[in-house]
């Protein structure tokens, strides 16, 4: 990528909200966790499939942060006492263990809310279109929304201490963390003005390596540590939770997700251009330790 990860750690900043006196511990609990580092795969999906469709790395930078900031609220709350109740994330501590609940789930608000400023923002508009940003910000609200990733967080806390098959974990995830994937790629996609044939690919691509990015997760949580995850390991079993590994076993899993990561490579064939960075990123994927 021609734009590095310096690049959108310094976007995303430059779209934060400037100080001011008056809410200042907000702001600081949105920049605490939107600068705490990650592997930013969403915005760099945005901008590489914005770049394989024929546009601007540059162009599809808003729509990239959008898609992170979106994620990192999800982050934020997801680490709350009522949901999950970590204290660590990205080897820090949680935004509510710095800032208490009531602070961080306005910080994550806030965030979620400033995704769709910087999705319409005049910078986006400039260089995209109205349109354009308009067909982004829907694509986003309905894969951030009910029937995406909170929907999947719902059935994700109604499946707590029940014995989940493997076709609910499927569904879960596609919501969960899938629909975020997905419109990632999309966002890449529209910037560029892809037709629907390069959206559909794009959108196949995600499915694979978003439920293979899960399950990785699942096996990560069984043979990781705390310290090279950055978070607690063992939350599932603790929270008794159904997960690809409780219910396929360890083999299995690693099978399924090497499945997954070749039907996302060759997604890719549609593509006239150099998709190498995109094969590269899902077997990292798939091979992560954290």
Request: hydrophobic residues 40%; contains cysteine; aromatic residues 4%.
């Amino acid at each position: 990528m021609s734009v590095t990860k310096d690049d959108i750690e310094q976007a995303l900043v430059r779209f934060l909200p400037e100080k001011d006196g008056l809410i200042d511990t907000v702001l600081k609990s949105m920049h605490y966790s939107l600068t705490a580092g990650g592997k930013r795969v969403r915005p760099a999906l945005v901008l590489e499939f914005a770049k394989l469709c024929g546009g601007s790395e540059e162009s599809a930078l808003p729509f990239a942060c959008a898609v992170e900031m979106i994620h990192t609220y999800s982050l934020i709350h997801d680490d709350l006492p009522c949901m999950d109740n970590d204290d660590m994330r990205r080897g820090k501590p949680t935004n509510h263990k710095v800032f208490g609940e009531a602070q961080a789930v306005l910080g994550g608000d806030a965030l979620l809310t400033l995704a769709f400023e910087t999705i319409l923002s005049r910078e986006a508009v400039m260089y995209n279109s109205a349109e354009k940003c308009v067909e982004a910000g829907r694509v986003l609200a309905v894969c951030a929304g009910a029937e995406g990733m909170i929907g999947g967080q719902i059935i994700d806390i109604e499946s707590e201490e029940l014995e989940a098959g493997v076709d609910r974990l499927r569904e879960m995830d596609d919501r969960k963390t899938g629909a975020l994937i997905r419109a990632a790629c999309l966002l890449g996609c529209i910037s560029a003005g892809a037709d629907d044939r390069l959206k559909a690919a794009a959108r196949d691509y995600a499915n694979n390596i978003g439920l293979a990015f899960q399950i990785v997760d699942d096996i990560l949580d069984v043979t990781s540590d705390n310290e090279t995850l950055g978070k607690p390991v063992g939350s599932d079993e603790q929270n008794k939770k159904s997960t690809y590994v409780s219910c396929l076993g360890i083999e299995k899993c690693r099978e399924l997700v090497g499945t997954l990561t070749d039907k996302a490579i060759e997604s890719l064939s549609v593509f006239d251009g150099d998709t190498s960075a995109l094969i590269q990123l899902a077997e990292k994927l798939r091979d992560r330790r954290k």
